[in-house]
């Protein structure tokens, strides 16, 4: 049962758009959520959330997350062709100190020029 | 700049020979390791939890006799693949995550692309 569910899988924009990234979640001891961005090699973290209603931003990219209703999205403005690139949600669990994040399958975002 | 070193990035070798990739945490002491396959347009899926001093834990599915994983020293992990066959390569990365201050986030190493032959 998939505890992390990221939407949609994959997304096709133009350039200058504005996309929207999904992911909820369904964990006992929620600890914090992680996105990170994944081009040809390792994932590169973007933004780590703890508590809800409060915006993280870093230039273009923005994220927020909702406790309450388990979710959270990543907003890209402004679409660039680097952009393009699988971003993954992770979920941490407050069970002990060695406790793997519990990955989504990722959303692929494609940027066309 | 990094904070988790991999190494190597790339390794192509003939069937039936044991790889070595290293995990080295940069600036800070990481007790915990994680070390991660991922196929073409797949997610990463966890194949451990490398313990700094103590038995790695594996997940389930995965060999433990055929991914060996020593984490001698509170900056280094180490994944061994013995007697690699085709069907073992894939993308291997590496992950840790500092101790002693709550709520770290985790980072990754630049991955393994393993290839064999």
């Known amino acids: 049962e998939d505890k992390v569910v990221q939407s949609p899988l994959s997304l096709v924009v133009h350039e200058g758009d504005t996309v929207t990234l999904n992911c909820s979640y369904e964990?006992?001891?929620?600890?914090?959520l992680l996105w990170y961005k994944q081009e040809k090699k390792a994932p590169t973290f973007l933004f780590m959330l703890t508590s809800s209603g409060i915006e993280k931003k870093s230039g273009r990219l923005s994220s927020i997350l909702d406790k309450k209703e388990l979710f959270s999205i990543l907003n890209i403005t402004a679409t660039q062709t680097g952009d393009s690139a699988v971003y993954l949600c992770a979920v941490g669990e407050r069970n002990s100190g060695n406790t793997p994040l519990v990955f989504g399958k990722g959303t692929r975002l494609s940027v066309i020029a | 700049g990094a904070v988790v070193s991999q190494h190597p990035s790339w390794v192509i070798c003939k069937s039936g020979t044991s790889v070595k990739i290293e995990c080295r945490s940069l600036d800070f002491q990481a007790t915990t390791m994680f070390w991660y396959r991922q196929f073409p347009k797949q997610s990463l899926m966890l194949m451990a939890t490398?313990?700094?001093?103590?038995?790695?834990?594996?997940e389930q599915g995965v060999e433990k006799d055929k991914f060996l994983i020593n984490h001698a020293s509170l900056t280094l992990s180490t994944l061994t693949v013995t007697s690699a066959h085709p069907e073992d390569s894939s993308f291997y990365i590496c992950s840790a995550r500092g101790q002693g201050v709550s709520n770290q986030p985790q980072h990754f190493g630049d991955g393994t692309r393993l290839s064999i032959l």
């Open positions: 964990v006992t001891n929620f600890r914090s």
């Open positions: 490398s313990n700094e001093g103590s038995k790695a834990t594996y």
